[in-house]
């Protein structure tokens, strides 16, 4: 894990798109956690977002990571190397099901990375960090 710390982001111009397209979205997320998602092929600057939406049923809930995912695939692209999910929480992690969308599409050295404010430090994992014994 490294952190880029908030001061830096500015540095890093495809992290700062992915930074405000991701709280950007968060807000128009109808669930009572807001979560918003960014993921970027880097090598093209890439940057596309998605929030969660909830259900009443809430196995249909649609999460954040995989919204964000499906409209990178959904704009033509087969891949990405790194996203960035954004809430109002300390701690949180991809769920098990976005991982598995994590790891297929963007594979296990993506940089999955959590930001808790929109001026905080970023953490940043490889996938295969979260998932260390994941099945390929
Ligand atoms: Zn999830």
């Known amino acids: 894990m490294k952190i880029i710390e908030g ?3 500015k540095k890093f111009s495809v992290i700062k798109e992915m930074v405000e397209k991701a709280w950007s979205v968060r ?9 918003g998602a960014a993921c ?16 009443r049923f809430r196995s249909h809930d649609i999460h954040a990571e995989v919204n964000a995912i499906s ?16 809430a ?4 949180f992690t991809p769920c098990g099901s976005c991982m598995d ?7 296990e050295n993506a940089d999955v990375m959590f930001q808790s404010s929109m ?5 940043v994992y490889k996938a295969k960090e979260l998932m260390p014994h994941y099945p390929f």
């Open 101 to 107: 969308w994590i790891m297929e599409i963007g594979g």
């Open 71 to 86: 409209t990178l695939v959904a704009t033509g692209y087969e891949s990405f190397n790194s996203i960035l999910i954004v």
């Open 119 to 123: 001026t905080g430090d970023i953490k």
């Open 88 to 91: 109002d929480r300390e701690q």
């Open 7 to 9: 001061k830096d982001i």
């Open 40 to 55: 970027a092929y880097v090598d093209e600057g890439i940057v596309v977002e998605g929030c969660n939406i909830e259900h």
């Open 27 to 35: 807000a128009s997320s109808n669930g009572k956690t807001r979560v």
